[in-house]
């Protein structure tokens, strides 16, 4: 008779652990991170794909919005800049974090339903398919970075403005706005599967909130012409606070708002864990659902 073999348990290893506990979920995020680089890859290649200009598409659309605002808020209402900063500059340095903002949060509370197809056919942490579109968010932002310099440096010759030292901070900071808007997306990541008006609603969330948070305007005068009773809308509000900090590193006489950067950090603070614990919830089901 032939002896059977015996299998040593101590040596078996668990190669995927779908739903796993909170360090074997870490781990295994690590473990895949080459695949989030891949999916930003991916989202940057299919954005741009078939295109003429490519990747001149994220230069155009903030530089366009940008002269829309700066004619709109600038020019037709004339509205002042902050401190010794022309309003185009001030106008870009808005841009960019309210851009990083919306497109993390938009993607990461439609991650569920847009990559379902890609969550239903293999195990990988789910959070990884937002991030990597997260990444791919934060290089358009660096190259409109790279915009907003050249921009300073035509309005140094032009008008003579010099940016403050600050503005080698810019970049890192970038994260802060990127952070806010891909945990709040995730928090409201399970409703969104559930119910869809909400799919619908947020575009026109961003579209409005983009006017309410100073983005085309001097963050300072907003709070002091908005009547008082509404005041701490603009005061408190986490976005508006993550946007004069970035305009506080750029433009060297600009107020820092501490009110509003402790309202940006408190809501990270909330977001991130409850953002989480929601969507790991909700990856659970999910695939009944979608």
């Known amino acids: 008779m032939r002896k059977k073999k015996k299998t040593n348990v101590s040596n078996l290893k668990t190669v995927i652990e779908a739903n796993g506990k909170n360090r074997q979920y870490w781990i295994d995020i690590w473990r895949y991170r080459g695949l989030a680089f891949n999916l930003a890859k991916r989202d940057i290649t299919v954005r741009y794909k078939q295109t003429v200009i490519g990747l001149g598409w994220s230069i155009i659309n903030p530089v366009l919005n940008m002269l829309i605002m700066t004619f709109i808020f600038g020019s037709v209402a004339n509205l002042s800049s902050d401190g010794s900063a022309p309003y185009s500059v001030m106008v870009y340095a808005g841009i960019i974090p309210w851009t990083l903002f919306a497109r993390n949060f938009t993607l990461s509370s439609a991650a569920f339903i847009k990559s379902a197809a890609l969550?239903?056919?293999?195990?990988?942490?789910?959070?990884?398919?937002?991030?990597?579109?997260?990444?791919?968010?934060?290089?358009?932002?660096?190259?409109?970075?790279?915009?907003?310099?050249?921009?300073?440096?035509?309005?140094?010759?032009?008008?003579?403005?010099?940016?403050?030292?600050?503005?080698?901070?810019?970049?890192?900071?970038?994260?802060?706005?990127?952070?806010?808007?891909?945990?709040?997306?995730?928090?409201?990541?399970?409703?969104?599967?559930?119910?869809?008006d909400l799919n619908q609603a947020i575009p026109f969330l961003i579209s409005l909130g983009q006017y309410v948070t100073?983005?085309?305007?001097?963050?300072?005068?907003?709070?002091?012409?908005?009547?008082?009773?509404?005041?701490?809308?603009?005061?408190?509000?986490?976005?508006?606070?993550?946007?004069?900090?970035?305009?506080?590193?750029?433009?060297?006489?600009?107020?820092?708002?501490?009110?509003?950067?402790?309202?940006?950090l408190v809501c990270i603070a909330i977001f991130v864990p409850v953002g989480i614990a929601l969507f790991r919830k909700g990856e659970r089901t999910f695939v009944d659902l979608v």
């Open 214 to 264: 100073p983005v085309g305007y001097s963050f300072a005068e907003a709070c002091q012409n908005v009547p008082e009773n509404f005041r701490f809308v603009y005061e408190f509000n986490p976005v508006a606070g993550v946007i004069n900090l970035i305009r506080w590193c750029i433009i060297p006489d600009n107020a820092f708002h501490w009110p509003s950067f402790i309202s940006a």
């Open 119 to 196: 969550m239903k056919k293999v195990y990988f942490p789910r959070i990884i398919a937002p991030l990597g579109e997260s990444i791919a968010a934060l290089i358009d932002a660096m190259i409109s970075f790279m915009i907003l310099l050249l921009i300073i440096l035509i309005s140094h010759f032009t008008s003579g403005f010099v940016p403050s030292w600050r503005i080698v901070l810019a970049p890192l900071l970038f994260l802060l706005p990127a952070v806010l808007g891909f945990f709040t997306g995730l928090f409201l990541s399970p409703a969104n599967i559930r119910f869809r």
